[in-house]
């Protein structure tokens, strides 16, 4: 099948997430405290049929401001197993690839999802971001997860697996991150940085999930002036968040980074603040640099070869896996000759 026009909104009933049962009142509300949709997905229709389609569409019609275009399809339906493999998309400039496997012979839903983003700019992928002239940089990411549950919230509430993202060549403010509405990204960038425009070198993060709680086991954000180190948990089931922020300064000039910095709450409602005790942050901080230090290397091959990508992150990734190059050593003068046992 093709498609010159796709409805985006009416790919909800394909996999039994109807909003007009909502707007009948047949079907749960979204609670206030809740970000990710509880809309519960409904899989007592999937075995009435098998099928095997090949579907590509080239425009997407769409109620929100995602920047969807060329999708395409193989789905396949075989007693009520639902598998999408590949389904990809174009997306603000870049790729987005998703093999997808729903399983609904059992309950709860099981679901596997291997996901690769390529290229996404993210000027044109955050809403109010575009029209201000601004580089947010590109984004290349990577996720393998594996869950069960009846809803999206379930689902990412109970996965496991993994998340890597490198994030290159871009720059940030208050005001650019206030109209994306990144609400949690610009309560930090306010309390460190002030209400500045941030060159940002690179961000490179590499998530461990387990049962719906994501680990940092790297996450860093290097600028012009400094170096950020994020650790701590992500909640996917609670909603809950529990991180640590320390910046580091690159130079001795007067700057305005803060002290470390906590981000606490929930996602509808997030609390960050500066640690009552900056010292012992930092030398917490100091020590978790050396257990992340090796899983940052593997984001390396996130970077796209291609470009010069590879070279803002490059002093970032050089410095936290240790790949530091000793000086080479002086020649020696005739006139005080370095001793032989020294040397």
């Not at 060549?169 to 500045?196: P, Q, R």
């Not at 992500?234 to 803060?258: C, G, H």
């Not at 917490?284 to 899983?295: F, H, M, N, S």
Request: charged residues 25%.
């Amino acid at each position: 099948m093709q498609s010159q026009l796709l409805r985006f909104k009416d790919l909800g009933p394909l996999v039994g997430v109807d909003k007009r049962e909502e707007a009948k009142g047949e079907a749960p509300k979204q609670p206030a405290n809740k970000a990710i949709p509880v809309d519960k997905i409904n899989t007592s229709s999937w075995g009435r049929m098998d099928a095997d389609i090949r579907f590509k569409g080239k425009q997407i019609v769409r109620s929100e401001n995602l920047p969807l275009d060329n999708v395409e399809t193989h789905v396949r339906l075989d007693n009520k197993l639902l598998t999408l493999k590949p389904l990809s998309f174009g997306v603000a400039g870049g790729t987005l690839r998703t093999n997808i496997e729903l399983n609904g012979r059992e309950a709860p839903l099981q679901a596997r999802l291997e996901a690769t983003a390529r290229a996404l700019q993210l000027r044109k992928l955050l809403r109010g971001a575009e029209s201000m002239r601004a580089s947010l940089g590109t984004v290349n990411a990577e996720a393998s997860l594996s869950s069960r549950g009846e809803s999206f919230s379930q689902l990412l509430g109970s996965s496991s697996g993994e998340l890597k993202a490198v994030v290159t060549k871009g720059t940030i403010s208050h005001f650019l991150l206030e109209a994306a509405g990144l609400n949690i990204a610009d309560m930090i960038i306010v309390k460190l940085f002030g209400d500045e425009q941030i060159v940002l070198n690179c961000l490179a993060a590499d998530f461990d999930v387990k049962n719906g709680l994501m680990h940092t086991k790297a996450f860093k954000l290097d600028t012009e002036d400094a170096t950020i180190d994020i650790t701590g948990n992500i909640n996917l089931a609670s909603e809950k968040l529990d991180l640590n922020i320390d910046p580091e300064n690159k130079s001795l000039r007067i700057f305005t980074l803060r002290t470390p910095l906590y981000v606490r709450g929930t996602f509808k409602d997030p609390d960050v603040g500066v640690h009552e005790g900056p010292i012992a942050a930092r030398a917490g901080a100091a020590v978790a640099l050396g257990v992340i230090a090796t899983p940052l290397a593997a984001l390396i091959p996130l970077l796209n070869l291609g470009t010069d990508d590879s070279n803002e992150c490059a002093p970032l990734m050089k410095k936290v896996s240790g790949e530091t190059k000793a000086p080479a050593p002086a020649a020696p003068t005739p006139a005080a000759p370095e001793p032989a046992k020294r040397r």
